[in-house]
């Protein structure tokens, strides 16, 4: 939202500060202002000048003029304008001044020197009127362009307004500039120019919680034309367009006081009763931005006996819209309830000056406010306009919210300082908060313009008196309560302790985005009743959550591939898995993706990572089982640990990646459930122990996990340790056959072993082995 | 010369030429070859220890004695001689193994944590200290708890401040951390000290400041006679922490609508120190977190009664302050997923 310096200063009284003053004064105690920028800086060096002598250049379109520049004295000036004649009262921009963003020079065009130039109104910024140069009257050559004050802009942030109704316009942002800087608030309105008289038409709200109140009032003998230059000038430099007098005055007063307000041309309205009704299913409505709206009975309408005139809050009718040749109007002040504008406003995409602000629930005792002050406007551009009777004005007015009572203690201690209570009276009140006082605080009456949604609590007082006394006065202080230890996290203490390790062991974490394409979904497989949809993504492919780490992984694969032959990393982040029924939340569940991935050919270091996953979960064993779509089939398995399966150990499949990529996938939740408790110590041996190796052969394919397993629980309990040595595979061994060695370490803890019976536990292991078909080489 | 003279010369001569002898030695093996022949058991001197039986008592007593000490000025040059072949092997062996310490090291390399895990790991840890439990929620929300919980009715405008995904069966992406507030308050009941960092997702267009994926991290006390002025000593405390160094912070208004009176918290900027900067628009602030004193109604819509209980909440932005820590110019890159950048950290 934009406000003028100078409107705002024409609303108060007193002492002045300088724009960027004002606009940090806003900041730090009402809402968050984005700058300040100047407004027609060139306006003091644009002068007026009358055509003197105007002829065409030979052989074109422009016109060569002779202007009287008053002070500055007889100019030529090259104009392209089609109204530019003798006998015209203009603006002329000397040259060296900036308007449009172009500095204006003396320049030689088509062999005429150009001694300045004769500006349109868009030129100058004031309207959107580039058919031709201004047309001036009632002025002489060397005045200023009536109506064209330099000014400044400051913008406020329109989130920091959500709250604040009585924001949405300049009057009451000058309340709070007045409380601010303790100046005095002027107020524009002269309610007393409303007639006491009935009104031509009748008003019927259908629904008093929908349209709390209609205003509105009959003016005839207007004539429609452009607006005075001040008023051109003033909507647009805070961004609003100039249409016509009569819109421009509405537009001015939903700026100045922050209600909306319409105008339709009396003469086109059918009967004498407007109504304001919810729509009927499917009626229509032609808008003035020449959009037919199909309506439903959630939207209200305001209508005429004929049908639609407007679309209530939001816009105006375009059948029922003035024109050139209006002279009745009616003009109409109303409110409508918040929600149901926004709703209508976002059902049919259509967001509007009016709509904006009725859906921050503007005050209903605004709306006869209004037509007062554009009747006065009005007068002002069309002296011969008169009212038509009186005020029509139905209103159900919305129950006064109780006081709010406020106790000084509580309010001190909510603050975190001490405040005289005389202090808190003069801030609320310089705000148009009634205050009594009362045993222990204040009293407070919420003025109605801050009563529809924003102030109800005394939590909300705090606020008022916290930002006018200045948040700055207040001194950090540490909380009085004892300090109890925070509860345990024992997810984010396991993710701490994974992401340590693997970062000591080489590997960089990646973050992916939690969403995953139908071409991935595809790729990988998943099921579609586990897919968690997104109804608006942000891009239509990008459509699912990621019901697993992998295809995100995958693609980090590819990506980096272009820039490393080998590189490790992993990612911690969550699986999202859909759970049927409406509103039901998804499960989420943790997961661990540790890569090695590489351009050579070879074991991809399968057997490095599974170092890793050891080091991650000790005692870990991979099991060997059918490979997934993604998994290369002969190097995949499931990861064992604690009991239960925790995750994939596998080699992506080269189908899905050129290069080979080892990969660890584990669910963390899973293995945090399974983590052992402190482990006690396992007392030293104290006798020594002795050793053996063993050899086993064995088809090419046999696990060796399979076969140590055997040997393991053949040698019982004397067996200390066991250790693969080495795979042998070739002569003198047959074709498909391997040699698997091991070293077992045997021993008792209350004896040294013997000679016979370290051989006979070796002769127990080797009777074993062969009694299950395997064959030993001693 | 009387056999004494003649044993005693001939102990002498032998002291000087054997001494003589060691010293030309230039190889442990022709030292070991000297030594048999003087000290052996055949030796010369064992030779002449021989001969001290025609000697009488007295002659054999001096003789003795002078052969004694011959025997240990002799032991004491082969020792010496000994030594410096020794020093000479090892600091042959030790030349032999010299070795360029500046090539390339095998192993893996160091890894690297992402930027927003470390700057993640360090605010938990502060928050730690002072008492705070590190708490988590789904990223997959319900609207209740990301927007009506919080004071954030359906046809709120406020809805607008957050453009929303929304999942086909109604729930939603979540927009911010707050609704961990939620579900804190009703998992722990106050007194409550908690943090919940986590990601969020916003359904806005991608640019390098933009991102519809990012990280925040939401705070929330609740105690009784929370302040103003305690929030600000928590803010400016985690603030100094985060950034190294005492750092400025200033409160304002800003609205939202879960805290009431709610702000937006400046700290005076780090890199002109307040005297105005590109960085900072020339204003001398960047505007950091907004926070406030939460909302009784939503105190109360977790079942915690505000005449009771009340508190502050605020929500840091973790992305951008890893951004603003390490000078990151382009968001894009936090999930990119490219190594090149990631393993800077």
């Known amino acids: 939202m934009k406000f003028s310096y100078n409107w705002l200063n024409a609303l108060t009284d007193g002492p002045r500060q300088s724009p960027q003053e004002l606009s940090n004064l806003i900041t730090m105690k009402t809402a968050e202002s984005e700058g300040v920028e100047p407004w027609g800086e060139a306006f003091p060096q644009v002068v007026v000048a009358r055509v003197e002598h105007a002829e065409l250049v030979p052989d074109s379109r422009i016109v060569k003029a002779e202007v009287d520049a008053g002070p500055l004295g007889r100019k030529t000036v090259v104009c392209g304008a089609p109204n530019c004649r003798a006998g015209l009262l203009t603006a002329f921009v000397p040259p060296g001044v900036t308007v449009d963003g172009k500095e204006i020079r003396e320049a030689t065009i088509r062999g005429v020197l150009s001694q300045g130039m004769l500006a349109s109104g868009s030129e100058l910024g004031i309207n959107k009127d580039y058919e031709g140069i201004l047309e001036l009257s009632g002025v002489n050559p060397g005045d200023p362009v009536p109506g064209c004050e330099p000014d400044f802009i400051i913008e406020i942030d329109n989130k920091s307004l959500t709250h604040r109704p009585d924001l949405w316009g300049h009057y009451g942002m000058a309340r709070e500039v007045a409380a601010i800087t303790g100046s005095k608030l002027v107020d524009p309105v002269k309610i007393e120019l409303v007639p006491e008289a009935p009104c031509p038409f009748e008003i019927e709200i259908a629904d008093g919680k929908l349209a709390p109140r209609y205003s509105g009032l009959l003016v005839e003998n207007v004539t429609v034309q452009a607006s005075p230059l001040w008023l051109q000038n003033r909507l647009s430099s805070i961004g609003l367009n100039p249409i016509n007098n009569l819109v421009d005055i509405t537009n001015l007063v939903m700026a100045e006081l922050g209600q909306p307000m319409h105008a339709f041309d009396a003469d086109k309205l059918r009967g004498n009763t407007i109504y304001i009704r919810p729509a009927t299913e499917g009626e229509r409505c032609l808008a003035l931005n020449d959009e037919e709206y199909v309506l439903t009975p959630a939207n209200v309408v305001i209508a005429d006996q004929g049908g639609p005139i407007a679309l209530a809050g939001v816009i105006g009718g375009k059948e029922s819209a003035i024109f050139e040749g209006t002279t009745r109007i009616f003009f109409e002040s109303a409110n409508f309830q918040a929600s149901n504008i926004r709703r209508t406003s976002s059902a049919l995409k259509l967001r509007t000056d009016a709509s904006m602000r009725f859906e921050k629930a503007q005050d209903p005792e605004n709306t006869v406010r209004a037509l007062a002050r554009a009747l006065e406007l009005l007068l002002e551009v069309c002296p011969d306009a008169r009212v038509s009777g009186g005020l029509g004005d139905v209103y159900y007015p919305v129950p006064a919210p109780a006081p709010i009572h406020l106790p000084h203690a509580w309010l001190e201690r909510k603050l975190g300082r001490a405040i005289p209570r005389e202090e808190v009276k003069r801030i609320l009140s310089s705000i148009g908060f009634g205050v009594a006082e009362s045993a222990d605080g204040l009293v407070v009456e919420v003025p109605s313009w801050r009563a529809t949604k924003d102030i109800s609590l005394k939590d909300d007082l705090v606020e008022e008196v916290g930002r006018m006394v200045g948040y700055a006065s207040i001194t950090p202080q540490p909380p009085h309560t004892p300090a109890v230890p925070p509860h345990e996290n024992h997810e984010h203490g396991q993710h701490r302790q994974v992401r340590g390790a693997l970062r000591a062991l080489g590997f960089t974490e990646v973050y992916n985005y939690s969403f995953v394409t139908e071409k991935q979904v595809a790729a990988f497989g998943f099921p579609s009743a586990e897919l968690v949809h997104i109804a608006n993504p942000i891009a239509a492919e990008l459509a699912f959550m990621r019901p697993s780490l992998l295809p995100g992984i995958l693609q980090n694969c590819e990506d980096n591939l272009r820039h490393f032959d080998e590189f490790q990393f992993f990612e911690i982040g969550r699986e999202i898995h859909a759970r049927e029924g409406h509103g039901q939340l998804p499960v989420e569940t943790n997961f661990l993706a540790v890569v090695h991935c590489t351009k050579a050919d070879g074991d991809s270091h399968l057997y490095a990572l599974k170092r890793v996953a050891r080091n991650l979960f000790n005692g870990a064993r991979l099991e060997p089982e059918a490979a997934l779509a993604h998994e290369h089939p002969f190097r995949a398995a499931r990861v064992d640990w604690q009991g239960e399966t925790i995750g994939r150990f596998f080699e992506f499949h080269p189908a899905k990646l050129e290069a080979r990529a080892a990969v660890l996938y584990v669910n963390l939740d899973q293995a945090l459930r399974l983590q052992p408790g402190i482990a006690r110590y396992t007392p030293l041996r104290r006798y020594p122990t002795s050793a053996f190796d063993l050899s086993v052969v064995v088809d090419r394919r046999e696990y060796s996990g399979k076969v140590q397993d055997a040997i393991v629980r053949h040698a019982g309990d004397s067996l200390v340790d066991i250790e693969f040595l080495r795979v042998y595979e070739g002569a003198p061994l047959p074709e498909g056959r391997k040699s698997l060695s091991y070293r077992l370490v045997v021993g008792a803890l209350d004896h040294t072993l013997s000679h016979d019976e370290v051989t006979s536990v070796r002769n127990q292991v080797i009777a074993g082995m062969e009694a299950e078909g395997s064959e030993l080489r001693v | ?345």
């Open chain 2, 1 to 345: 010369m009387t056999a004494f003279e003649s044993m005693e010369a001939s102990l002498r001569e032998m002291e000087v030429s054997a001494k003589e002898q060691i010293e030309a030695c230039n190889s442990p093996e022709a030292l070991e070859e000297v030594r048999v022949e003087v000290l052996g058991r055949k030796g010369k001197l064992a030779q002449l220890s021989k001969n001290m039986g025609t000697l009488t008592h007295e002659q054999r007593g001096s003789v003795g004695k002078l052969l004694n000490q011959v025997k240990g000025v002799l032991e004491t040059a082969f020792d010496a001689q000994n030594q410096r072949f020794a020093t000479a092997v090892l600091q042959a062996r030790l030349e032999r193994e010299w070795v360029d310490l500046t090539l390339p090291s095998r192993g893996p390399r160091r890894g690297s944590l992402h930027p927003v895990t470390l700057i993640q790991t360090e605010i938990e840890d502060v928050f730690r200290s002072l008492g705070f439990t590190v708490l988590d929620g789904p990223e997959v929300e319900t609207e209740y708890h990301n927007f009506d919980a919080l004071n954030i009715p359906p046809h709120h405008p406020a809805r607008d401040m957050q453009d929303t995904f929304w999942m086909t069966n109604g729930t939603l992406l979540r927009t911010h951390t707050s609704p961990v507030q939620v579900r804190g308050m009703k998992q722990l009941g106050p007194p409550l000290r908690m943090i919940a960092p986590g990601r969020v997702f916003r359904n806005e267009e991608v640019d390098a400041s933009h991102e519809h994926t990012f990280y925040q991290l939401e705070g929330m006390m609740i105690d009784r006679d929370v302040s103003v002025a305690h929030l600000i000593y928590f803010m400016k405390t985690l603030l100094s922490e985060v950034f190294k160094r005492d750092v400025t912070v200033r409160l304002r208004p800003g609205y939202f609508p879960f805290v009431e009176p709610g702000f937006e918290l400046d700290i005076q900027c780090l890199i002109c120190g307040g005297s105005g900067c590109p960085v900072c628009k020339q204003s001398g602030w960047v505007e950091l977190l907004p926070c406030g004193l939460v909302h009784p109604n939503v105190l109360r819509l977790s079942g915690i009664n505000p005449e009771e209980w009340n508190g502050f909440a605020f929500g840091l932005g973790l992305t951008r302050l890893a951004m603003m820590r390490y000078g990151i110019d382009d968001i894009r890159h936090l999930l990119g997923g490219d190594l090149r950048f990631l393993r800077q950290f």
